[in-house]
C-alpha cells in the first residue's frame, strides 16, 4: 500500500477532537490505576479497532476493576458476567421465549442481554462450558447470533475478558486466538505501595457511594468529583470505523519493517497467522488515531509487544520489539508520549534513558529540540516528585545532572 493521500480539513479536526476524547477516558483511568497506561491504551485501542481483549493475571490485580471503570466512561450498551463451567446459554443469550415456543418456534429472549450489547466483559471467560463458547465466537467471530431460525446482527464493538490463567487446554485454543490483544496485569512492585493505598482507598469509596475522589492520604480527606460521566460513545467509536479507511494505508517503509518484526518472532517460535498479521495492522491505525493521528508510525509496533501465547514468549516479546519503538522516539523526541503524574516509575526510567542517550550521544542538536528534551526532563521531574521511595529521588538527581548538561550546552551558552 501506498501512503494516505492528504487527509481533509474537516475530517482531521474530528479526529482530534476523538483523540481528545481518548486521552480524556485514558487520563481518567490513569489517575486512578497506578501503573496501568499501557493497558489503558491498548483497552481504547481495541475498542477503536472494533477489536477484542483478555487481560490475564492473578487475582486483585485490577483486571475487572479497570473494564468496570472503562465501561462507564463509555456511552454504550453494556453486559458483563461472571462466567463458570455451570454457566448456563441462557445467563448470557437470554431466557427462551416462552409464548413464542408454545407456537413451536424456538427463540430467545434478547433484550439487555449479551447478543444487544456493544461492550461485552466476561469474567474468567476459560471456566466456561463448551456450549458456551461455541456461541461466543460465532458472535466474537461474525458479530452474528443464531436466534432459532433467525441470525441476528449483533451490535458488538468489543469483548473484554479476564483470566487468572493463561488456557492450556487445546479446547480453549481456538477462543484465546480470537482475543487479538492479550495483556498482563501482575502485582505492583514496592516503589509503587503508597500511592496504590491512596489510589485503592479511592476505588473502594467509588465502590461503595458511587462518586469519585481525588488527593486521597493516608491522613486528609480526599476532594469529591461527582459521579463518573461517559466521556467516548459507541456513536462515535462506530463514526471512526465507518471512516477507517483513512487509516489503514500504511507507507511502504512501515510495511517492510512490520513484516521484519513478524518474521522474526515467528522464528523464535511465537504463532503469529496470516489473519492475525492482517488484524494487527488496525491496531496500529487504532494506536494512530488515539494519538490523533492519520498515519501510522513505529511507535505503534508496541502492540507486539502484547501478541503472546504463553507468559515465557512476553519477555522475548519485549527484546524483539522495544529496540524498534526506542529507537523511533529517539529520532523523533517531539512525537514521545505525554509523561504526566500518574506514570509509572518504568514509563519515567525508560523515557529518561532515552533523552540521557540522546543528549550524550554527541550528535548536533537543534534549538527546538533541546527547548523541548528540556520541557520533558521538566515533566518527568515533577512526575518523580510524586512518588515515594529512594530510587524516584535518585532519578530526580539524574534528572538535575541532565538538566545542567542541557543549559551548559552551547545552544544556551552566554
Not at 317 to 342: C, Q
Not at 358 to 387: P, R, W
Amino acid at each position: 500500500m501506498v501512503a494516505p493521500p492528504t487527509t481533509p480539513r474537516s475530517f482531521a479536526v474530528d479526529v482530534a477532537r476523538a483523540s481528545a476524547a481518548f486521552q480524556e477516558l485514558a487520563r481518567q483511568m490513569g489517575a486512578q490505576f497506578l501503573d496501568k497506561q499501557e493497558i489503558i491504551r491498548l483497552m481504547i485501542v481495541s475498542a477503536i479497532a472494533g477489536e477484542h481483549m483478555v487481560i490475564v493475571g492473578p487475582p486483585g490485580t485490577a483486571k475487572s476493576a479497570m473494564i468496570d471503570m472503562f465501561s462507564k466512561l463509555i456511552d454504550a450498551r453494556y453486559f458483563e458476567y461472571l462466567l463458570t463451567r455451570f454457566t448456563e446459554p441462557n445467563e448470557l443469550f437470554g431466557p427462551v421465549d416462552i409464548a413464542a415456543f408454545r407456537e413451536g418456534r424456538y427463540t430467545r429472549r434478547l433484550d439487555n442481554m449479551l447478543p444487544t450489547a456493544e461492550i461485552v466483559f466476561l469474567d474468567e471467560i476459560f471456566k466456561s462450558n463448551s456450549a458456551i463458547l461455541n456461541s461466543l465466537l460465532h458472535v466474537i467471530n461474525e458479530r452474528k447470533f443464531q436466534n432459532g431460525p433467525e441470525v441476528v446482527q449483533v451490535p458488538l464493538i468489543s469483548l473484554y475478558a479476564a483470566s487468572n490463567e493463561v488456557p492450556n487446554d487445546d479446547n480453549l485454543a481456538a477462543m484465546f486466538d480470537r482475543f487479538l490483544v492479550r495483556v498482563l496485569s501482575d502485582n505492583l512492585d514496592s516503589y509503587h505501595f503508597h500511592e496504590l493505598m491512596k489510589k485503592g482507598v479511592a476505588l473502594e469509596l467509588r465502590k461503595m457511594t458511587g462518586r469519585s475522589f481525588l488527593g486521597l492520604g493516608a491522613d486528609v480527606p480526599g476532594r469529591q468529583t461527582g459521579e463518573l460521566r461517559p466521556v467516548v460513545s459507541a456513536r462515535e467509536l462506530r463514526q471512526i470505523q465507518q471512516n477507517y479507511d483513512k487509516f489503514m494505508q500504511f507507507p511502504e517503509e512501515f510495511l517492510t519493517k512490520y513484516k521484519g518484526l513478524v518474521f522474526q518472532i515467528r522464528s523464535e517460535g511465537i504463532s503469529v497467522s496470516d489473519r492475525r498479521a492482517v488484524k494487527l495492522l488496525k491496531l496500529f491505525a487504532a494506536s494512530a488515531v488515539f494519538d490523533g493521528r492519520t498515519r501510522v508510525h513505529d511507535g505503534d509496533f508496541f502492540i507486539l509487544r502484547h501478541i503472546w501465547n504463553n507468559l515465557d514468549q512476553v519477555e522475548l516479546l519485549e527484546e524483539i520489539v522495544n529496540p524498534v519503538v526506542d529507537a523511533y522516539y529517539r529520532e523523533h523526541p517531539d512525537e514521545r508520549r505525554f509523561i504526566g503524574p500518574s506514570a509509572s516509575l518504568d514509563d519515567l526510567l525508560t523515557e529518561l534513558g532515552l533523552i540521557r542517550e540522546l543528549l550524550t550521544s554527541g550528535g548536533e542538536l537543534s534549538d527546538i529540540q533541546l527547548f523541548s528534551q528540556l520541557k520533558n526532563l521538566n515533566e518527568i521531574k515533577v512526575a518523580l516528585a510524586a512518588l515515594p521511595g529512594d530510587a524516584a529521588a535518585r532519578m530526580i538527581r539524574e534528572v538535575d545532572q541532565l538538566l545542567e548538561t542541557v543549559f551548559a550546552s552551547s545552544k544556551f551558552g552566554l
